[in-house]
């Protein structure tokens, strides 16, 4: 091929050709990192800003991290009341991570900055530029594989490598915690906690959940991009329907009550912002006068649940 002449077409979906001067270009390949292959087979640099919908992914894989790590604590702890030694935790876990995201978006292009350039999706096949490498004569294959979403794909990578190490830091800087309020103060409600096998349990499994939510990023980061708000109405639903059948009365006047429970309650208004969160996703807003009377709809699931539940209640079934 012309390396000399642009106008010369490059075959495959992601080939194109890199500007080396005012006249000349590259032969047909890869695009470099920031770069992606435009109609006329060149590649350009990625100087978009990020839609409303790119920001909701990015917070949506941060904060999914955030939701499993508040779940593990509360499994491992295991207090039945909002204690402030939990609190502490969930409020450590929601700082790192916030930290860790804005670290990502500091140490992306442009660096030093909240904002980013992006090159937007236009097709999943965009978030898996591997599986199109071209063989024009079914023998040799011209590898063009880039990051065509830049740096929606990358992005995450940086900050669960953020997050993890952030993590490997916690016990450090709870422990200084600790030392600060045992100076400051008498009650020191870390100490009793930090010395409890159960907070080192939360961070060994936290170990497991990083490499494993990074390898669902690099396998399914585009089914996850295209359908995130409907993984979260539904995830949402599901979830708030387990918590509510872990209330040992079922009875709907009992679960009624339970809601006004300082830790019930805290954890269900979490999963009302969930909900509320997929259905800004799922429709961005983009009609704000029909769209937000429909953030309304996030405490249905919990009142369905409430108002179903003597209709579902096993001991109330009778074996003919």
């Known amino acids: 091929m012309d390396a000399m002449d642009p106008s010369v077409g490059c075959i495959g979906l992601y080939c194109g050709r890199t500007k080396l001067d005012e006249y000349n270009y590259s032969d047909c390949g890869s695009c470099l990192r920031g770069f992606r ?13 990020p839609e409303f919908y790119d920001w909701l992914y990015i917070t949506f894989m941060a904060f999914i991290l955030v939701i499993i790590e508040w779940y593990l604590t509360e499994e491992c702890v295991k207090r039945r009341q909002l204690t402030v030694d939990v609190l502490v935790l969930h409020s450590v876990v929601l700082v790192e991570n916030t930290l860790s995201l804005v670290i990502s978006l500091l140490v992306t292009e ?4 909240l904002q980013l350039n992006t090159c937007p999706p236009k097709r999943l096949s965009d978030f898996y530029t591997f599986f199109f490498n071209p063989s024009p004569d079914y023998k040799t294959t011209i590898y063009c594989t880039q990051e065509a979403v830049f740096p929606l794909y990358s992005m995450i990578f940086i900050f669960y490598a953020i997050s993890l190490l952030l993590l490997l830091c916690r016990p450090l800087y709870l422990r200084l ?20 096998s159960n907070i080192t349990k939360t961070i060994y499994l936290t170990l497991y ?20 708000p409907y993984i979260i109405i539904i995830g949402s639903i599901i979830s708030v329907a387990i918590h509510m059948a872990s209330q040992l009365d079922q009875r709907p ?17 979490c999963h009302w912002f969930v909900h509320m969160y997929g259905i800004i996703s799922l429709t961005q807003l983009k009609n704000p006068t029909l769209h937000l009377p429909l953030l309304c709809l996030a405490p249905i699931p919990t009142f369905f649940y409430i108002l179903t539940a003597k209709f579902t209640d096993p001991n109330k079934l009778h074996v003919e």
């Open 37 to 49: 292959v435009d109609g006329n087979g060149v590649c350009v640099e990625c100087v978009e800003r």
């Open 110 to 113: 442009p660096f030093g900055s």
């Open 177 to 196: 915690m600790s030392l600060v309020l045992r100076l400051l103060s008498s009650n020191d409600f870390l100490h009793d906690l930090l010395n409890d």
């Open 209 to 228: 959940v990083i490499p494993g939510l990074s390898f669902i990023h690099a396998l399914f980061c585009g089914l996850i991009y295209y359908s995130f």
């Open 253 to 269: 006047s009992k679960l009624l009550k339970s809601l006004f429970q300082k830790k019930n309650c805290l954890i269900i208004v």
